[in-house]
């Protein structure tokens, strides 16, 4: 069973996908802050990351970029959510983000995340080969 991180700090969303992820046959850790995600993925080494942008003690940005310079956990693929406009989803795709994904269509149709899990998850396992 794959492994994924959810870092999210609105306890509400954190559940609500948590519940979808796992659903979905997913096994779900989660963090509610940046500086617990980054523990997380290194502890757990997790088959993907979904990271939220605005977190409490770690920005996401600062996390991603945490994340891509660790060679432990620089391979992890992540999905960047966010309720920010798609800005900055070039910067983000550039510092290693896999995907950016916008919260406000997700949460209307949670499968739009599971596909973007799945895909990542596909890329990754091609990688790998």
Do not use: C, H, W
Not at 1 to 26: H, N, P, Q, W
Request: overall charge positive; glycine content about 4%; proline content about 5%.
């Amino acid at each position: 069973m794959e492994t994924i991180l959810l870092v999210e700090d609105s306890k509400f969303l954190r559940i609500a996908t948590e519940r979808a992820i796992t659903k979905a046959g997913y096994q779900v850790i989660s963090a509610g802050d940046g500086e617990e995600a980054v523990a997380q993925a290194t502890a757990k080494l997790p088959d993907l990351v979904i990271l939220d942008m605005l977190l409490p003690k770690l920005s996401g940005p600062a996390v991603l970029q945490k994340l891509k310079a660790n060679p432990v956990t620089a391979r992890i693929p992540v999905l960047v959510l966010s309720s920010l406009s798609q800005k900055n989803e070039e910067k983000l795709l550039q510092e290693g983000a896999t995907a950016f994904l916008e919260k406000g269509p997700l949460l209307e149709n949670p499968s739009l995340l599971l596909k973007a899990i799945k895909t990542a998850l596909t890329k990754k396992a091609a990688s790998a080969r």
